[in-house]
Nanobody, 114 residues
Framework: QVQFVESGGGLVQPGGSLRLSCAAS?????MGWYCQAPGKQRELVAS???????NYVDSVKGRFTISRDNVKKMVYLQMNSLKPADTAVYYC???????????WGQGTQVTVSS
């Protein structure tokens, strides 16, 4: 059974930075970071292929950077210039979800507040 373990969240002031980490139990071609804010649906914010090709949702372009270590099966999200609107639980998973749709980890909480 595939597992994803997210870490690195926390409470940060607006304008601050965080680095999220995700450990996957399997190697997946395209991995992504998803976020779910209170009362909202989970949405994809960034993704990366094993070759390093990346995509970002417009709201995080220029502020977030996704990266990965294929050997260690790790995916990272460097979050800079954080805004209160970035407050959410962040998860990693495959893109598209397909067979991993029910394999969510516990996520990591990011709270941006002064």
């Amino acid at each position: 059974q595939v597992q994803f373990v997210e870490s690195g969240g926390g409470l940060v002031q607006p304008g601050g930075s965080l680095r999220l980490s995700c450990a996957a139990s399997v190697s997946i071609y395209r991995m992504g970071w998803y976020c779910q804010a209170p009362g909202k649906q989970r949405e994809l914010v960034a993704s990366i292929t094993t070759g390093g090709s990346t995509n970002y949702v417009d709201s995080v372009k220029g502020r977030f950077t996704i990266s990965r270590d294929n050997v260690k099966k790790m995916v990272y999200l460097q979050m800079n210039s954080l805004k209160p609107a970035d407050t959410a639980v962040y998860y990693c998973n495959a893109v598209p979800l397909n067979t991993y749709a029910n394999s969510w980890g516990q996520g990591t909480q990011v709270t941006v507040s002064s």
